[in-house]
């Protein structure tokens, strides 16, 4: 807790009252004081600007078409349309007792001939009723393990577990569940902020029970999203992989025991059931046993400890993709979890209808939220990665996640959280990577979840960061800021204080950026570069800008020295922006800083990071204004030089060379524009920047995301199917800063066209490698 101590003056400065209540130590007595309400506030008032929003912002479509855009004739098959998929979050009773309906959530198959029905848990098994339980917040306060001394403070690992000594699980899913009270008190702990108690139940059984193992490896997943630190990765990875190993050896210890029986069998023919589900979203379903089958026949499944642990083991897997793909990273993962996950689906499905005799309701939880993530996380990946990770011959179905994950979150069992924490990751996250395509979809049924969320964990300081990027979706940065405010107070003292206040203080920092605030947003870099969070060298480059934006430009030049001795990132996305960094700022000391006017480097990070979307007209037409004043300094510098050569012949100086910066500013400023929806406006400048693009040979970045501003602009012309052909050209281009970044948001695009029915149009492509000439016209490559 000492560096979270060192914080403090800093939280000061971010504008944090102090409470006067506040505890130390590293675990508060939130039980004893009610529970905070900042959630429900702030969905209130985020419900209050999308309406307002509504009334303000009238959906109009500027008319035309963007034949001007030299790239591709215009097709005239625009009025194709779907309707949009329901993506809202059906509201539950959020108490755990209440009885769940017997219905089934029906989802067609990719092919369309299919009806799969997704597995419902919390049908009350045929013998008696389900077991009743406490709610946690009302369960035994002694059960949460009260010795605090004989657990580490705030780090988190798994040690002296000896896998020779791992013993079966021979539980029934009725004393499975009864045995896992504990894991849902502490699950609810742990999305109440109070972190220690989560981690301490965690810790009471995780050295041979692999749920209480996962739970450990879960906090440490969400330390290491949060953080981006490669530390707390790699940690969060050792715990999940020891936490497999422990789910293997538990696999192993049933398996064993059971040599001859239907286990070993099983084991060695599942595979065929994984083959024959190619083409489909889910595992191929064996034919459903009865209750006469059972009977009658004798037919015996694989025990409820072993579908357990391949779960548990299935889950470790997912987490440590998603860490790994965060670090652009792409790895088997995937493939294992998918392959445990099926196990257990299809042993769910054969059991039938008496499912509930042989499985525990948690395990089919888990099946559900696996499923559903695996499939909303391949959705989101560019289609030249995806070839690679879905070689073993199923496809990515987002709706059939959508759905699998509604149904783990409706029923209130120990993953729910997570489940909503994964729609709202893809809800707020993928629609911030794309928002021009995706706002209008997602920000209603984020706000959805939140609203459900807000039920059950009232004060969470991990639903509040979300409330704080939905705020943003719906343009109410003030409102975006104050939530990351409430979260960070709100985790103070506790275990995640130094990880929330530092992810939150990005986001907030952004907020500034995007608001013309420099000097709070310089503030918050400063900090965030001193703390060594995420990239120091971005931070203080990002300083340095801000600096340069209020008038500080000696300063500013004094941070940029600085920031070559701070590079030494080592996963690969992290290190491609510091690679950006060092080439901006090695490209101004060329000129000895003079050109640095004509440079907006700070509107260049928000363009790059497609954050005009979120900014109101009012500040998109100052930031317009700031690119109008640095072409200008281009304009003038040129007629200084061309001077020059009216009058010497043959002079030294150079010919001007200012094709990077105009290009680049010519960029932000249609981005802009696209913004405030003057897409016929941004036309000329795109096709500067295509007619010039073998002119523009640093910041090559340029072309590609021009032509991703070209398909927005044809977009909002209602010309979707010149989107495709632009956006489809952008994907072309190979080996320039910020690429993968790009192809995620040209995948969710065009996927969002798939959905629409707007056609392939492939005679209509640009083939980027014919045309080198200045003009691309009639909508071939020539």
Not at 397 to 403: E, P, Q, V, Y
Not at 551 to 567: F, K, N, S
Not at 693 to 721: H, Q
Request: net charge negative.
């Amino acid at each position: 807790m000492e560096k979270a101590n060192d914080l403090e003056q800093t939280v000061a400065t971010l504008k944090i009252s102090q409470h006067s209540d506040d505890h130390t130590g590293s675990e508060t007595s939130d039980d004893e004081k009610p529970a905070a309400r900042e959630l429900g506030l702030v969905i209130a008032a985020l419900q209050n600007t999308v309406k307002e929003n509504e009334v303000k912002q009238p959906l109009t479509i500027q008319t035309g078409n963007a034949e001007e855009l030299h790239s591709g004739e215009v097709s005239s098959d625009d009025g194709l349309s779907s309707a949009t998929p329901d993506t809202s979050v059906k509201s539950s009773h959020p108490q755990d007792d209440e009885q769940p309906t017997n219905e089934d959530t029906t989802y067609e198959g990719p092919s369309g001939h299919d009806n799969i029905t997704p597995p419902t848990p919390g049908l009350p098994p045929t013998p008696g009723l389900p077991p009743t339980r406490e709610h946690p917040e009302i369960a035994r306060q002694s059960d949460d393990v009260a010795d605090i001394d004989n657990y580490s403070a705030n780090l988190i690992a798994l040690n002296a577990i000896d896998l020779k000594e791992v013993t079966p699980n021979t539980l029934s899913p009725r004393e499975q569940e009864r045995a896992d009270e504990p894991v849902l008190r502490a699950v609810h702990h742990l999305f109440n902020n109070r972190f220690m108690k989560a981690k301490r139940l965690f810790e009471s059984e995780s050295h041979r029970d692999p749920l209480y193992a996962l739970g450990l490896g879960s906090m440490a997943f969400l330390k290491a999203v949060m953080t981006t630190n490669d530390q707390a990765t790699k940690n969060a990875i050792d715990v999940l992989t020891t936490t497999y190993g422990l789910t293997t050896a538990q696999i192993d210890a049933a398996t064993k025991k059971s040599v001859g029986d239907s286990v070993v069998q099983y084991f060695t023919s599942y595979y065929n059931y994984i083959k024959d589900s190619r083409g489909t979203g889910l595992p191929a379903s064996p034919r459903p046993a009865t209750q006469k089958d059972v009977d009658e026949h004798k037919i015996t499944f694989v025990p409820n400890g072993i579908l357990r642990a391949h779960v548990a083991k299935a889950e470790c897997c997912l987490q440590i993709a998603i860490l790994q793909l965060l670090q652009e990273n792409v790895m088997g993962y995937i493939k294992c979890a998918y392959t445990s996950y099926s196990l257990v689906w299809q042993e769910y499905k054969r059991m039938g209808q008496v499912h509930n005799d042989f499985i525990d309701r948690e395990t089919i939880s888990g099946i559900q939220f696996g499923i559903g993530a695996v499939h909303l996380v391949l959705s989101t990946l560019p289609q030249k990665i995806l070839r690679i990770v879905s070689a073993f011959g199923w496809k990515a179905d987002k709706h059939l996640g959508f759905a699998l994950l509604k149904l783990c979150l409706e029923e209130r069992r120990i993953r729910s959280p997570m489940a909503s924490l994964m729609l709202l990751a893809y809800y707020t996250v993928l629609t911030s990577i794309c928002p021009q395509v995706l706002v209008d979809e997602y920000t209603q049924p984020a706000i959805e979840t939140l609203l459900d969320a807000q039920r059950t964990y009232p004060n969470s300081a991990f639903f509040l960061y979300f409330a704080g990027r939905t705020s943003r979706l719906a343009r109410n940065l003030t409102l975006s800021s104050q939530s990351f405010l409430y979260a960070i107070e709100i985790s103070k003292n506790e275990w995640a204080e130094v990880e929330v206040l530092q992810l939150c203080s990005y986001e907030m920092g952004l907020n500034y950026m995007m608001q013309h605030e420099w000097e709070e947003a310089a503030k918050i870099f400063d900090m965030l570069c001193k703390e060594r969070y995420w990239s120091p060298a971005v931070f203080r480059y990002l300083f340095g800008v801000c600096l340069d934006m209020a008038g500080q430009r000696t300063e500013a030049i004094l941070a940029y020295a600085d920031v070559p001795q701070l590079v030494g990132a080592k996963n690969s996305s992290t290190a491609m922006m510091e690679q950006y960094v060092l080439r901006k700022i090695a490209s101004l000391e060329a000129s000895g800083f003079q050109d640095i006017d004509m440079t907006l480097c700070a509107l260049e990070y928000l363009c790059l990071a497609n954050l005009f979307e979120f900014m109101d007209n009012g500040l998109l037409e100052q930031s317009l204004e700031l690119v109008d004043r640095s072409l200008g300094y281009i304009v003038e510098a040129e007629k200084q030089e061309y001077s020059i050569r009216t009058r010497e012949l043959l002079p030294e100086t150079p010919p001007p060379q200012y094709f990077d910066q105009r290009g680049a500013l010519l960029l932000i400023k249609a981005s802009l524009l696209n913004a405030m929806g003057r897409f016929k406006d941004t036309i000329i400048h795109l096709n500067w920047i295509i007619d010039h693009k073998e002119r523009i040979t640093v910041d090559k970045w340029v072309v590609p995301f021009a032509f991703w501003e070209a398909g927005v602009t044809s977009w909002g012309l209602d010309n979707k199917a010149r989107s495709r052909v632009f956006w489809e050209t952008a994907l072309k281009y190979t080996k320039y800063d910020f690429e993968y970044r790009l192809a995620v948001r040209l995948n969710l695009a065009m996927t969002r066209l798939d959905e629409l029915g707007i056609p392939h149009e492939p005679t209509k492509t640009l083939d980027t490698q014919q045309v080198d000439g200045t003009r691309v016209n009639s909508g071939s490559a020539s």
